[in-house]
């Protein structure tokens, strides 16, 4: 084989290929070089090392193939020295498949190989390489200049193989050094190149990021670190140093060096900070500054630890933020930021524990401390401190951690168990709720404390790598607090405050009744008073029973629970006993009447109370959330003392209206239940209880009439007791139906349903967009805001969107090319005196003056008034008029016949101002001067080649005879004698400008023009598709509801979507969509039944692009109609998009209102305000796909699998911003036995391959502990950005001009909000788009408009439905996540985001934006069940409110 030039390697022998060939398990061919298949994609997951040096070989395959076989000869190597055995998942088969490849090529090859040997072409090549795509390729594009990089380094280590050191030659050296040194500048990122040199990316030359680097990048007063050898290294070279000095390149670094933390979450989290900090500095600066701002790390440092702060006042410990008075402070500040982060980062299924990490940081934040003020101590020298390896962190905080969760896990028995047997995530995190926890656990963590007890375990090593201290044999560590007992008990326990209440008011309705003294003469008799009393002693026994239950329900619990708890049940359950007893000693003894009296307002003192700090929301918040010993006494009988579930009452205006709704409902349930219901009954039953009955049937049982027919009077009463207890959804729906259209109204919902409001309404339009989102220049007062020239800038303003948004409709195909241009809004309107309005609302306008005025014999001022009383026919008539005049006058070359034209024009407008036209002029002839106006324009059209310049000379002759002759009263003034015209009239009009076709400006006045004379009625309905028509009215009516000014791009807040994604169709393939079922019917087919509009639409997209036979466009056709990723990642990416948009029309000024944003010269002569726009956008955006089994897909030979793997790596090339991860699970061999790995990846797309960015080692396998998506999520939401973060689920897509309100959707986080909250979740509304073809998805439709918006407002009680919500992603990130993820307990996860979100000390809500939709899918029978899933409630509040 190769020559190694006297370098032996262990695998050139044929002994070893016969050995190897005889240990075949799998043939050659099954894994051949399929279609996309390359030789990276097929390397197992234990020698991953091998794909730079495959790739390499693949890049050079065509320029060197000789060099390119040397690479994989390396590679083979590589891969028997990496696993010598085969022992590994796939090796074996992957040796074999690259050995028979390499025998392949060594006989192709062979022939490139010269004399001088393949050391030597190896040596020639490498210097080739470097000299001409590395030292003379330094302007190259970065990703080139990377890749060229990348070969050269594995050029250089395949030639190390081959060559003895003391050979290669000082010349190859330097080169190698050289690339060493410039490889760090193209160290693959995500957003930001932070070591970049040379020509930088617009990003990093944003001043703030600057500062933000500046910041974390200072280090200079940091002391080193020592990094030891891990104590399970071991290797041959005794020599090998076993301590090391580390220096750091940022506080990261540091950091890292210190505790142990992971490379990939270090550069992970430092990308991560320095966007923060640089989105966060934007918006306390007026201008760019390259000073990062205290304000912004006093900010962000208060809204990471505004959780930890909580959770150390409520354990009534002293928080670890503490700063030396001769130290920096802001690089403290910093210091303790990057440090959460990095826990945060490595955390894994930790994450959805937050008081956890509050536990670890608080003492990993005092070591730091220390440290700092170690050094300020030893002023004149900083001594190294004690490191770790970078999995330190990992290994011995973590993954104990971890192992507690497993074990949890599979005691669940895959949500099989009793809830009482096993721990779930909120149990476990419930344990750093209690100063219990720093004397078990303490620090470093005590192996042996109850936390990591599990009842498997006896005698068992606490953990791998450790001394030989055992456990021992303990139980296993009980529940928490609640151990749920599923029974109907709980129907009664949940809602004890609503049976009660309804239980207590049937008792009084029905003794008021029978007194048949009315609801007010009861008052005035003192025994029906007596007796409507006794609801009290009622109200005490159901009390009793309640109490009962906590006991009974709660039982499994109690052994766990501490001893204030169990004296609050028995005193609470004694006390109920007792008034049990007491309230109806005292009844009987009426006579005293005030003894009942004072019993009464003594048992209902509490409730009282309560009702009191109810309408009194601040107080009762205050002392909720109060941490002092003495309110905590007093507040104790009321609940109890958890974390969670303090301070969640809303402002006394919200109460106000809470209450009211609700006692309009009660007052009105009650009366009709009382005069309609109960009353009727008293009379029959009185007539039938006094009844005897002499032959009794049922002697056996009912043998005496003392049982007054009991039977008879049960059979009467039971269907009307069942209505009473269930008829207050009817009248809830009454009422939430009434002031849902009220709050709707006033919301200004639906005020733009049809076309015609819209039509009405166009004009008012550019305005409200304006205001809305133009950030270009001040607000003007209203005298400015009438003046034309700001209505023209509007318009200007509003074209930019709104073209962009037809065009998005005809790139979905949901708009012909037919109605788009009649939706379209001219970029400019300068030209015309009149604003030019797209040419649906001018349809007809045109003919229909020409109609009116043919027939007219008044006045002009009755002719003006007709034609002013339609804005948009005097608009079309201006225009056509001043169109037609400046398309004539730019024709003609002749200076002569253009002072003709214009003489003509002069009196036109002179009779209009003078009000003398109708004398002037004769209006029968226009008829024919339009018909003629037609055929010269449609002339024009067709003469793009000038073969059409004489007809093109006839016509226009023809229409300036009409004029002069047919209809100026006076034309032949305007000519010499008549003899004369007709001798010359064949020189008349002859000389015109034929160049004119090939201007884009002229022949766009042509086409609007001639639109504008011939478009008919019709054009009204335009456009015809009614998704078109509604997405247009809905974003025309959001544009005068209660939307947030928006900010400037810079300015906005930044956000992350993040979409789950497991093995969901991406693309339909060709074969899909066209097989057929057993009805004979395919997908293709049906799609087309379903969208015959949008398919006639996308048949003539084809055709006009010659791609009549294009299979894969038909299949994304079918894709963007059916529940795909390609549907979902292209609605996102519309985000991006947007912001372009916007930041480039604030960047390049009034020069982008003037022209359109899709012109291509317009892209090269403002490319510099292009690349700012991008680099803004990748700034405020990002979109990172959770795919964990990516690396499954990649692997897999499945040709399904195959599909969605090829077909995600295209959706990466497609969108750059696009970043996709997954989970990757590698088999390393430790102790001689393969071992699996896991990682969390974050790739994106470049060239051909995907590129890794982060690889984070995790403490196992991250998705089986809980529910699978809300793990999916938890694993990359590491690798999402910014201050919010949106997710949506793999059912949702995006529309182009809902995009565009991101930035005013942002503002509800920064805006003032009534009360003391700033909201956590934004609810966006939903669009369900498959309401026309499923019945589901209609009731869905039909269930979430008015019954939601009335939960929101007034009651203010919806909780976060699910995706697409916005969330705080700074607020959750500190509490838990997005989601929740026990198993089975949690499987609607997103729902519980907003209630477990609403039960934080620091009290937040939710707002509904019914302004911003969603489109979302929702399926009936089909792949998923939308939102399936139960939770449990155990909560008992008053009032639990949160809005979305």
């Known amino acids: 084989m190769a020559s190694t030039s006297g370098i032996w390697s262990p695998f050139e022998t044929a002994d070893w290929r016969k050995r190897l060939a005889g240990v075949h398990t799998r043939n050659v061919e099954d894994i051949r070089d399929e279609e996309g298949v390359v030789d990276t994609e097929i390397v197992p997951s234990s020698l991953s090392g091998l794909v730079p040096v495959l790739r390499a070989a693949l890049a050079i395959e065509k320029e060197n193939p000789r060099v390119a076989y040397l690479c994989r000869f390396h590679a083979f190597g590589l891969a028997h020295k990496m696993d010598p055995t085969s022992i590994g998942h796939g090796v074996r088969q992957f040796k074999t498949y690259l050995l028979s490849k390499l025998e392949k090529e060594e006989e192709l090859t062979v022939k490139f190989r010269t004399r001088r040997g393949d050391a030597k072409e190896l040596q020639d090549y490498y210097l080739q390489f470097y000299e001409k795509k590395i030292r003379d390729g330094e302007f190259s594009q970065r990703e080139e200049m990377a890749k ?63 500062a933000a680097m500046d910041a974390i990048f200072r280090v200079d007063n940091l002391p080193f670190s020592v990094i030891r050898a891990r104590p399970d290294v071991s290797g041959d070279d005794s020599t090998m140093p076993t301590e090391k000095l580390k220096k750091a390149n940022d506080i990261f670094d540091w950091i890292a060096s210190v505790f142990g933390f992971q490379k990939g979450n270090v550069a992970n989290q430092r990308e991560h900070l320095i966007l923060l900090l640089a989105n966060m500095n934007i918006r306390n600066s007026a201008e760019s500054t390259n000073q990062l701002h205290a304000e912004t790390v006093e900010k962000l440092m208060a809204t990471i630890f505004k959780n930890y702060k909580s959770w150390c006042d409520y354990l009534r410990c002293e928080s670890n933020l503490w700063f030396l008075e001769d130290y920096d402070k802001q690089q403290m500040e910093l210091i303790y930021i990057a440090l959460y982060l990095l826990i945060w980062g490595e955390a894994s299924n930790i994450r959805f524990m937050p008081e956890c990490l509050c536990y670890i940081f608080h003492h990993m934040a005092r070591d730091v401390y220390k440290i700092l003020e170690n050094i300020t101590i030893h002023m004149m020298s900083i001594d190294p401190v004690q490191g770790h390896d970078d999995e330190y962190f990992l290994r011995e905080v973590i993954s104990p951690i971890y192992r507690v969760l497993m074990q949890e896990a599979r005691r669940n028995n895959r949500g099989k168990a009793s809830h009482s047997n096993w721990r779930n995530y909120d149990e476990l995190n419930e344990y750093f709720w209690s100063n219990k926890c720093f004397h078990d656990l303490s620090w470093p963590l005590n192996f042996k404390a109850d936390f990591f007890r599990h009842s498997d375990e006896t005698h068992e090593t606490a953990r791998r790598g450790h001394s030989q201290a055992t456990i021992g044999v303990y139980k296993r560590k009980s529940k928490t607090n609640f151990v749920e007992v599923r029974t109907f008990l709980n129907l009664y326990r949940s809602f004890d405050r609503m049976w009660i209440f309804f239980i207590l008011a049937l008792q009084a309705m029905i003794i008021i009744a029978w007194s048949s003294l009315g609801p007010v003469g009861v008052f005035l008799n003192s025994n029906a008073f007596e007796n409507v009393m006794t609801i009290f002693i009622t109200y005490a026994f159901l009390r009793f029973l309640q109490a009962c239950l906590d006991i009974i329900l709660t039982w499994n619990a109690l052994r766990n629970m501490k001893f204030t708890q169990l004296l609050r049940y028995f005193l609470k359950f004694v006390v109920a006993a007792v008034w049990v007893v007491v309230l109806p000693i005292c009844y009987s003894k009426w006579g005293n009447q005030s003894l009942y009296t004072y019993a009464v307002v003594l048992y209902m003192l509490p409730n009282i109370v309560s009702t009191i700090l109810f309408f009194l929301p601040p107080v009762r918040r205050t002392l909720e959330c109060s941490n002092m010993r003495i309110i905590t006494f007093f507040m104790w009988w009321a609940q109890p003392k958890l974390y969670v579930g303090r301070g969640m009452n809303e402002s006394m205006l919200s109460m106000l209206k809470y209450t009211l709704f609700w006692i309009m409902v009660l007052i009105s349930k009650l009366a009709f239940s009382y005069y309609v219901e109960i009353l009727p009954l008293v009379g029959p039953t009185k007539l039938i209880m006094g009844m005897s009955i002499d032959n009794h049937q049922w002697h056996v049982l009912l043998p005496e009439n003392e049982t007054h027919n009991i039977c008879v009077v049960t059979a009467i009463w039971a269907p009307i007791i069942l209505v009473y207890f269930m008829d207050t959804q009817i009248w809830y729906a009454m009422y939430a139906t009434l002031f849902g259209g009220i709050v709707g109204a006033f919301s200004h919902v639906g005020e733009i349903r049809t076309l015609r409001m819209l039509h009405s309404r166009f004009q008012s339009i550019p305005r409200a967009f304006s205001q809305r989102f133009w950030t270009g220049r001040d607000r003007k007062t209203k005298q400015v805001e009438l003046d034309e020239t700001y209505e023209r800038n509007n318009i200007s303003y509003f074209s930019q969107f709104w073209n962009e948004f037809i065009n998005s409709m005809r790139e979905e195909d949901l708009i012909s090319y037919r109605d788009r241009d009649l939706l379209l809004i001219p970029y400019s309107s300068t030209d015309v005196s009149v604003i030019q309005w797209p040419l649906f609302l001018l349809a007809n306008k045109i003919p229909i003056a ?48 253009r002072l003709l034209v214009s003489s003509i024009c002069a009196k036109v407008e002179r009779c209009i101002r003078e009000e003398t036209f109708v004398k002037e002029f004769k209006m029968s002839g226009l008829p024919s001067l339009i018909d003629k106006l037609v055929k010269f324009l449609s002339l024009f059209l067709q003469s793009a080649d000038g073969k059409k310049k004489y007809q093109i000379v006839n016509v226009l002759q023809d229409i300036v005879e009409i004029i002069t002759h047919d209809v100026m009263v006076d034309g032949h003034l305007f000519q010499q004698t008549p003899q004369q015209y007709h001798a010359e009239r064949k020189e008349r009009f002859v000389n015109i400008d034929t160049s004119l076709t090939h201007k884009r400006s002229v022949m766009g006045k042509v086409i609007r023009l001639l639109s504008l004379l011939t478009v008919k009625e019709s054009a009204i309905i335009v456009p015809q598709n009614l998704e078109a028509r509604r997405r247009i009215t809905f974003f025309a009516n959001s544009l005068f509801m209660n939307m947030p000014t928006a900010p400037k791009v810079r300015e906005m807040l930044s956000f992350s979507v993040l979409t789950p994604y497991f093995k969901e169709d991406i693309v339909y393939s060709d074969e899909e969509i066209n097989k057929e079922n057993e009805d004979g019917l395919s997908i293709l087919s049906y799609l087309t039944k379903i969208y015959p509009d949008e398919w006639a639409n996308f048949s003539e997209r084809l055709k006009s692009d010659h791609l009549e036979n294009d299979k894969e466009l038909v299949c994304l056709w079918a894709s963007c109609r059916g529940q795909t990723l390609y549907r979902t990642v292209r609605g996102m990416m519309y985000y991006w998009q947007a912001l372009i948009l ?62 969605c793997y090829s077909s995600i790596l295209r959706l990466m090339f497609t969108h750059s911003s696009l970043r996709v991860a997954y989970i990757d699970e590698i088999e390393e061999t430790k102790d001689g036995k393969p071992e699996k790995v896991y990682y969390s990846v974050l790739v994106k797309g470049r060239e051909k391959y995907d590129e890794e960015i982060y690889r984070i080692k995790l403490p196992g396998p991250p998705t089986i502990i809980g529910e699978g998506r809300p793990e999916n999520l938890n694993h990359a939401i590491i690798f999402t950005r910014g201050e919010a973060l949106q997710t949506r689920d793999m059912n949702q897509e995006n529309y182009y001009e809902e995009s565009f309100k991101m930035r005013n959707v942002l503002e509800e986080f920064q805006k003032a909000h009534s009360g003391q909250r700033q909201p956590t979740i934004l609810g966006i509304r939903e669009h369900i788009f498959t309401g026309s073809v499923s019945s589901l998805a209609w009731f869905r439709t039909s269930s979430v408009t008015i019954g939601q918006r009335i939960l929101a407002n007034p009651l203010r009680v919806r909780f976060h439905y699910g995706h697409p919500d916005i969330f705080d992603r700074i607020f959750h990130i500190t509490r838990g996540g997005i989601s929740k993820a026990s198993k089975v307990i949690n499987q609607s996860d997103d729902i519980f985001a907003g209630w477990g979100d609403h039960f934080w000390p620091t009290t937040n809500i939710n707002d509904d934006r019914s302004y911003r939709e969603a489109p979302v899918v929702c399926v009936c029978c089909g792949n998923r069940d939308p939102r399936s899933g139960s939770f449990d409630v155990n909560l008992k509040n008053e009032h639990l409110s949160i809005i979305l």
């Open 1142 to 1203: 916007q930041c480039f029309i604030e960047f390049a000024g009034d020069t982008a209102l003037s022209e359109g944003f899709r012109i291509k010269d317009y892209y090269n002569k403002n490319k510099k305000f292009l690349d700012i726009a991008q680099a803004m956008a990748d700034l405020k955006f990002t979109y990172v796909l959770s795919c964990q089994v990516y690396a499954n897909l990649k692997k897999s030979k499945n040709p399904r699998d195959r599909s």
């Open 850 to 897: 020409v109609d009116m005025a043919k027939d007219h014999k008044e006045t002009d001022d009755d002719l003006c008034r007709k034609i002013r009383s339609d804005a948009y026919m005097t608009s079309a008539v201006v225009e056509c008029y001043e169109t037609v005049k400046d398309i004539i006058l730019i024709l003609l070359l002749d200076e002569e016949e």
């Open 148 to 210: 060229n990089v990348q070969i050269a380094a594995v050029l250089y280590e395949v030639l190390k193989t081959m060559v003895a050191p003391r050979s290669i030659g000082d010349k190859l050296t330097t080169y190698a050094e050289d690339i060493e040194k410039t490889r760090e500048q193209y160290e693959r990122y995500n957003i930001l190149p932070l070591y970049a040199l040379g020509v930088k990316p617009a990003i990093m030359e944003l001043p703030e990021i600057q």
